[in-house]
């Protein structure tokens, strides 16, 4: 709980957080639920920033490329770089940071398909978010979603198979996606 209020009080010294203040209450409510519970959730947040840092550190460009999700020490690491030690180096990095438990390495070496497929990428995440919010059998705060040139990528948990695959299939019929991966674990089957 300590972690919690230190992290709060920490997002509050931070200028312009007030949209951060207002959704604290919200990131509570569903670390609260969430598979690790507030505690994991707070130690997968201190893990993310450590790791944000630790690319920061190396080159401000690559950070600007990539996206990460950490789930129970688990790091998800999404983007596109245009070097393949770019690619080698975020994940050694992740590596070194204390508390993580695995890596899995989606970071795609290619040209960047800039601002224009920035948007569509943004797009088709923004209607798969919502997409999985408007279903009645998809629990969708339970989910990360990131796009990559069309390759979405879930991560999170499932309460069961049965809404996994409904999750999956909802993925698939997005205009726009070429593939969808999925790092969502069912609950209580550790897969």
Known sequence: MRRITLLLLTLACLPACAP??????????AAAVSEGGISGTA??????ALIRDAWFKYD???????????RR???VITGVVQDPQDRVEAVRRAWGV?????????????DSEGARGFARDTWITTRLRTALAMDGEVQSFNYSIDTVQGTVYL??????????DRATEIAR??????QVVSYVRVRGTGV
């Not at 130690?43 to 993310?48: C, L």
């Not at 499932?158 to 996994?164: P, V």
């Not at 019929?173 to 070429?178: D, E, L």
């Open 173 to 178: 019929t997005i205009p726009g996606v070429v």
């Open 155 to 164: 991560m999170g948990y499932a309460d069961s198979r049965a809404e996994l």
């Open 20 to 29: 951060v203040l207002i959704g604290a209450g919200a990131v509570a409510g």
């Open 73 to 75: 020490g688990e790091a």
């Open 98 to 110: 204390p508390g993580v438990k695995k890596v899995v390495n989606e970071i795609q070496v290619t």
């Open 43 to 48: 130690e997968d947040a201190h893990i993310g």
């Open 60 to 70: 401000t460009d690559t950070f600007a490329k990539l996206n990460l999700t950490v």
